[in-house]
């Protein structure tokens, strides 16, 4: 145990291309799928929390249900869609990072959804109320209403990237963990504990560890600055 | 701007109810009333930002201004609050004209969102009277502001009506405010116009009983 924890300290001072090749891949994949729910995740949240159409309860459910998806019943889904006899199969996106970040976005985007779709619905009547009392647009309304809660949508934002981060599941059956392509920190961690070397997985662990401290260190500091 | 058949429900419960009445131009009404009896909900079908039960009919408007009873700093700096409401230069000199006499110049950087009930309702106030309309609503402006700040922002009020030539709607529990901006005045009960003349006479000469009980304890401060 404690010469595993040596050796992951000494690791991560010198790290191998390895490590660095699962480093990258897992921030590559993380940052878009992040990137990607937000551009998503904010205007849906913000339609069904701002506009009023038939069937946008029912959408809300929907998106809480798949809030709570676990994720290797999405990796079943996008394995299924994407192996050798799915409809998707003509975009090669199997063990790909592309068809990691599908699979993340199909997971996080609802989690940005839901967080923008409540807490818009908090603050957006009053903005409205005073936007509309000064003669201004709707434009101008929408922006203002998104800027009162920027606070949440960076929250969420942090949230979402530190999901794709930590997630598992659905990553290891779409991105089969191949090594310097598709293994990212949790699929290489369980890989390398199934095979007996502590080392590596511990390091990535403190690894994911400090990444997460880092996030919500951020939520702090936004917290303090702008709640 | 003439209202007909206007009436609010909310679940089942008909909280306004007003079957017809003409605000004349140039002119500023007083609306007082208890908690609840519908202030607020006649000020906002008037600015039109909820919708009034089918059936009703508001017309002859033109541009509303409205300055909502919870009005809102913006999370942006005074300063930039401020100049959302300012489309020309006349508006702009106005709106810094404002800021000045409401003792805004101090607060400038600060964050809209971050001030004070009182610091944001003469934020709300100076951002509605920036703009030129030709109906103003003003859903209690004052009530958060201490008394030196009141009777400025009432000066304010009155210049801004005197200049542009509106029609000024507002709401207060102030009586000495009603009677000092008001030329009309209106008492709503129960969701009800229950009382409607000359300011100086509703306030001093009710004719109604229930309007007689609700000024008696009124101070005319
Ligand atoms: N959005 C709403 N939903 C349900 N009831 C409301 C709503 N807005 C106002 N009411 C009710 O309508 C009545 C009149 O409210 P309001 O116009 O705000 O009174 P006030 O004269 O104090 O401004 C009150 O009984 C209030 O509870
Ligand atoms: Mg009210």
Redesign the interface.
């Known amino acids: 145990m404690a010469s595993s924890l040596m050796g992951a300290l000494e690791l991560l001072l010198h790290p191998t291309p390895m490590l660095l090749s699962i480093l990258s891949t897992t921030l590559q994949m993380a940052l878009l799928s992040s990137c990607a729910a937000l551009l998503l995740g904010v205007p849906l949240g913000a339609a069904l929390s701002l506009l009023r159409f038939p069937g946008r309860q029912a959408l809300v459910v929907l998106n809480r249900t798949l809030m709570g998806l676990p994720p290797v019943v999405c990796g079943l889904i996008c394995y299924m869609l994407f192996s050798g006899v799915g409809p998707l199969r003509q975009f090669k996106l199997l063990y790909t990072v592309p068809g990691m970040v599908i699979a993340q976005i199909i997971l996080i985007t609802p989690l940005v959804t839901g967080i923008m779709e409540s807490s818009l619905g908090h603050t957006a009547g ?5 936007a ?5 647009g709707g434009g ?1 309304t929408l922006l ?1 209403t998104l ?2 809660n ?1 606070y949440q949508i960076i929250s969420a934002y942090l949230m979402a990237f530190g999901r794709a981060m930590a997630e598992v599941g659905a990553v290891s059956m779409v991105g089969g963990a191949i090594a310097y392509k598709t293994n990212v920190m949790t699929t290489a961690i369980m890989m390398y504990t199934n095979r007996g070397d502590f080392t590596l997985g511990l390091s990535l662990g403190i690894l994911l560890l400090l990444i997460s401290l880092a996030v919500n260190l951020a939520v702090w500091l936004l917290q303090k600055r ?1 709640a | 701007m003439e209202i007909r058949h206007l009436s609010k429900t909310y679940g089942g419960k008909r909280v306004l109810d007003i079957p017809a009445f003409a605000f004349e131009p140039n002119t500023r009404y007083a609306v007082i009333g208890a908690n609840g009896s519908g202030k607020s909900t006649l000020a ?1 079908l008037l ?3 909820i919708p009034a039960d089918p059936g009703a009919a508001i017309s002859g408007g033109g ?1 509303v ?4 009873q ?3 700093g ?3 700096s005074v300063r930039r609050n401020l100049r ?2 300012v489309r020309d230069a006349q508006a702009g000199e106005r709106s810094a004209r404002l800021a000045a006499e409401l003792g805004l110049d101090a607060l400038a950087k600060r964050d809209g ?1 971050s001030l004070s009930g009182g610091e944001t309702a003469k934020l ?1 106030l100076a ?2 009277l920036a ?1 030129r ?1 030709d109906v103003l ?1 003003l859903d209690e402006p004052t009530a958060a502001m201490d008394v030196p700040a009141a009777l400025r922002a009432e000066e304010c009020i009155l210049r801004c009506q005197r200049e542009t030539g509106c029609t000024l709607i507002l709401v207060t529990h102030a009586f000495g405010q009603a009677e000092r901006i008001g030329q009309q005045a209106l008492f709503l009960h129960e969701g009800q116009l229950w009382e409607h003349g000359p300011a100086e006479q509703l306030l001093h000469h009710p004719l109604r009983p229930e309007t007689r009980q609700f000024l008696r304890f009124g101070a005319f401060a």
Do not use: Q
């Not at chain 1, 509309?132 to 201004?136: A, E, F, Q």
């Not at chain 2, 201004?65 to 909502?68: E, I, S, T, V």
């Open positions: 009053a903005v409205r109320e005073t509309r009392g000064m003669g201004l101008v203002l800027n009162e920027r702008w | 906002r600015a039109g930002v541009s201004g409205y300055m909502p919870k009005s809102l913006f999370r942006l959302l409401g969102g709300a951002r509605v703009g309309w609503i």
